[in-house]
């Protein structure tokens, strides 16, 4: 145990310096969230390309979490869904299902081309659409995948922090 503190004390913040706060209108349903958001993946047809940008956003590296946003187990926990990935046949249902799951004010952030406007996936056969299609969206973060630094900005959006 004392050698893990020891460890610790050498290794010191390993998180890249917070920039500033990103430019963009913050969603008005946001402000009354006080700079805390529990956020709920939901993968809707993902290469899974977007979630390792995910797991990267919420690392020691990016640390998301210091800007107040959290990632949760259920909808019902959450304030804001975070879709990666186009909207399949088969998760179009479920994702409205899981967006009525989450108590008001509810948020959607769409992260990625995919979630965006269906990416390199538009046009073909199981794809319901964007985001957007199935459930109101109020942040899209663009890119494929978007880079950590992008999800953390995008979520900063959401937390005014
Ligand atoms: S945006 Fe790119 S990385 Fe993300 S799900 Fe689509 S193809 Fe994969």
């Excluded at 460890?7 to 920039?19: D, F, L, Q």
């Excluded at 956020?39 to 590296?61: K, L, T, Y």
């Excluded at 992260?111 to 965006?116: E, I, L, S």
Aim: charged fraction near 25%; glycine fraction near 12%.
């Amino acid at each position: 145990m004392l050698s893990l503190w020891r460890k610790i004390r050498r290794t010191g913040r390993v998180a890249e310096s917070a920039p500033p706060l990103p430019d963009g209108e913050r969603p008005e349903r946001a402000v009354v969230l006080g700079g805390s958001v529990q956020i709920r993946h939901v993968d809707a047809g993902s290469c899974n390309g977007c979630e390792v940008e995910i797991g990267s956003a919420f690392g020691p590296v990016y640390d998301g979490e210091r800007y107040g946003a959290r990632l949760v187990a259920s909808p019902r926990h959450a304030d804001a869904l975070l879709v990666t990935g186009v909207v399949t046949r088969n998760m179009a249902e479920p994702l409205r299902r899981t967006f009525d799951a989450v108590p008001a004010p509810k948020l959607v952030v769409a992260v990625g081309d995919c979630a965006r406007d269906c990416g390199v996936f538009a046009g073909a056969y199981g794809v319901a659409g964007a985001v957007r299609d199935i459930v109101p969206v109020d942040v899209e973060i663009p890119g494929c995948p978007p880079r950590p630094e992008a999800i953390v900005e995008g979520l900063r959006k959401l937390t005014g922090r």
